[in-house]
């Protein structure tokens, strides 16, 4: 194998694939990645089996990559992009040498690196699963960000760990829960699809990092695994086994009260209010009559905290819910702006929060008990 | 207690201060910032024992500081500075209450946040040394830079983790060393001092984040400890027990070989190479032939590297020379810039790495064994 190839469009791809690179697989092949030099591309893989990413380089003017001889190997991923980084010309040639190393060189240095022969990676199926969807690349990536922080850190319920997409028709319904608090979107389709899976949070990281927001994406699923296709790279996911929890049955539909307010002055008296923390929870405390809403929070060890909150516009008797400060705190990060209304049952419900303008995202939290 | 202050003026303050506080420390009170009002100055002390800071806020328009009760009190750090952090107003007001906790405030919001009393802070004398020497802020920085880093981060030997500053007349005299390279400055005084003390390397990075540029600075020394007097701060430092090794004795006089280089080609091909590493260490390797300079490296289970040096001008027989990249590297960074001189004595003897303009810092490094 030999090619050469504009540098920083090689860091670039090896930056992608090497996204699904985790330092804690158990199969040494999988800290590498595998680089093959087609006839007229260069093909880059990284995978941890969880997650697996390859992207293609197609030989052009622009990147300068000239395919000189074809071939194959698999290079350890931080050794060869740190070298990369390092080279100071635009263009580099890389050579694969008899005994599976690489040779790395420009006019002024050249590096051998010991690699592996792709023999010894795993073969990988990138067959592209029959549903496609197509998909605005910046829909995609609010849709991930608005759901992704709730869902579960602990493996004792592995479906919790992902976010759930639900599709029966034009809807897709993307919801995730650590049974704390629930993020639910709403994304209505052009066409019609059914499909029910569950995306491990961490590989929809990964996707959101790689997504280039000038260009679409296409979506596409099947029972067995899922595939985020972006421009010239697949990221592809497996799917979280065992079925998703029921969770329409968990939002409530009607409510006694309500609290009218600003996205900023919500959040930044959360903020604010989240230094008073109880080992490590900060529990905020709304009291709230249509006359005054009051935040406040208390700690044994540290102190107290009192806010009137601004503008704001209560409907209801009076009513004392406490919470935990970070979950509502990323909950309106994920509306982000505008006004906001939190719609109560009573102390001890779950309430919802939601933009005033925007209805297809919605916000649970679970209360906790209120202190004296 | 009771005063305002303008919030950033005060964080800034508390930031000073805070410097000085270890996470190690084992005495509660030094997890604390010590808040003294005074008729008309505001006083912030924060301590570890080893190193000792204090700030000194007067009264002033700019500050909005305005003392209306005078009084003490100690308040843990992290909670303090996140707290006021995150105050939107531009005026804030503190006030100690009964319990030693303290309210701060603004229109909005209003915090109670426990304390400690005044009284169960440790003492720390902050009486002026009597020899003073006036230094640039400028001067003094790089002073430091240029030699802290190769200081010894083993306690082994308590009197290598500092640097020592010695003067014997008009010349001040820096030298730190890990006993592997040695890093020595040369400072002219405008008058003549006695002394020879070492001052440990942490407090010295804590110098160098608090000086000002723009403002020249008071450094104060005695046998017992040191201060550096920043504009309304005091940076205190103990001294190290135990002599510093005599090291004039270690620095080479006259060389056989010499090698004239651009600093940014050998900082390049140095930082390049350090890429390929042995367990953690990169062994560079020059050839060197007046004809040709190589810089290679070799480690087993990573691969190896090749470059010829650019403009690179060697004079004397061919020599092979290996070195611990990381302190060729640091050593170079420190002189920073131009033409620079590398003077060697032999293959196995410490080697000499100065500025061509810049003689009053010299840079020693211990070679090491070169492979075959």
Known sequence: MNFKISKSVFYNALQIAARAISSYSPLPAFSGIKIEAKADSLILIGSDSDISIRTVILSSEE??????????????????MEIIRKFDAETLEFEVLENSSAKISDDVSEFKINGMRASEYPNIDFAKPATLIDFKSELLKTTIMQTIFATSKSEN???????????????????????????????QLADSYHFNITIPSRNLSEVVKTLDLEEDI??????????FIIGNTIIQSRLIDGSFPETNRLIPQSFSYELEINYSDIIGAIDRASLIKNEGISVIKLSLDEQECILSTRALEVGSSKETLKDAKFSGEHLDISFNGQYVFEALRALNKGKIRFSFCGEMKPFIIQSV????????????????
Chains 1, 2 share one sequence.
């Open 357 to 372: 303008e925007e209805k297809d995202i919605l916000q649970l939290v679970l209360p906790l008990r209120t202190y004296a």
């Open 63 to 80: 990147n300068s990559l000239i395919i000189k001889e074809m071939g194959s190997i698999v290079i350890e991923s931080r050794y060869i």
């Open 218 to 227: 296409v979506f596409a699923v099947s029972d067995k695994k899922a595939q």
């Open 157 to 187: 319920r592995p479906a919790l760990t992902g976010v759930n997409f639900c599709c029966n028709g034009n809807e897709l319904i993307c919801t995730a829960t650590d049974s704390y608090r629930l993020a639910r979107k709403k994304v």
